[in-house]
Nanobody, 122 residues
């Protein structure tokens, strides 16, 4: 089984930046496709973007493109999402997820973290 643990969430002011981390264990991290999602109050879960074993990214969601960047460190078994120019609309629980690297970019993710809260004040 693969375990994922997010960290780095918190309360920030609009215009500030935050970097979230997702540490993986129990599998071969360097072969995973990793993704970031978020779920805001009263809304469905939103896919933000993904990254494969070589660091190639999917297109980012329109809501975050140009502001958020996903990266990974295969030595540390960790994936990151750098979030800049935050607004109150970015307030949500942020989740990382994983799936085997042989799967399609658009296939379902198999493993999920518990999420970390990000709150952006105006």
């Amino acid at each position: 089984q693969v375990q994922l643990v997010e960290s780095g969430g918190g309360l920030v002011q609009a215009g500030e930046s935050l970097r979230l981390s997702c540490a993986a264990s129990g599998g071969t991290f360097s072969t995973y496709i990793m993704g970031w999602f978020r779920q805001a109050p009263g809304k469905e879960r939103e896919f933000l973007g993904g990254i494969n074993r070589n660091g190639a990214n999917t297109p980012y969601a329109d809501s975050v493109k140009g502001r958020f960047t996903i990266s990974r460190d295969n030595v540390k078994n960790t994936v990151y999402i750098q979030m800049n120019s935050l607004t109150p609309e970015d307030t949500a629980v942020y989740y990382c997820a994983a799936k085997p690297g042989w799967k399609s970019w658009v296939s379902e993710y198999d493993y999920w973290g518990q999420g970390t809260q990000v709150t952006v004040s105006s």
